[in-house]
Nanobody, 125 residues
Framework: QVQLVESGGGLVQAGGSLRLSCTAS????????MGWFRQAPGKEREFVGA????????YYADSVKGRFTISRDNAKNTRYLQMNSLKPEDTAVYYC??????????????????WGQGTQVTVSS
């Protein structure tokens, strides 16, 4: 079994920054891809960004491109989502997820098989 634990969420003013962390534990494996998704109240969950195991490949949603950055520390089995220039519309529960079958990231949430519990990010105007 794999557990993903997110941390780093909170309340921030517009224009501020937060860094989310996602640490995997339990069954150990490597060469996975990790994605970040978010779900705002009353909306469907949407793709935020994803990173390959090597870190050489990253994808971002257009809405966060240039403001959010994903990085990884494989030794710690941890991925980070650095969020800068936050906007009220970034308010959501943020989830990390692992695509264990391959190191290639994807925007398709159905390709991810392990999910974290989510962490709330609230951006005030």
């Amino acid at each position: 079994q794999v557990q993903l634990v997110e941390s780093g969420g909170g309340l921030v003013q517009a224009g501020g920054s937060l860094r989310l962390s996602c640490t995997a534990s339990g069954r150990t494996f490597s060469n996975y891809a990790m994605g970040w998704f978010r779900q705002a109240p009353g909306k469907e969950r949407e793709f935020v960004g994803a990173i390959s195991w090597s870190g050489r490949t990253t994808y971002y949603a257009d809405s966060v491109k240039g403001r959010f950055t994903i990085s990884r520390d494989n030794a710690k089995n941890t991925r980070y989502l650095q969020m800068n220039s936050l906007k009220p519309e970034d308010t959501a529960v943020y989830y990390c997820a692992i695509r264990s079958s391959t190191s290639i990231p994807t925007r398709d949430e159905n390709e991810y098989d392990f999910w974290g519990q989510g962490t709330q990010v609230t951006v005030s105007s």
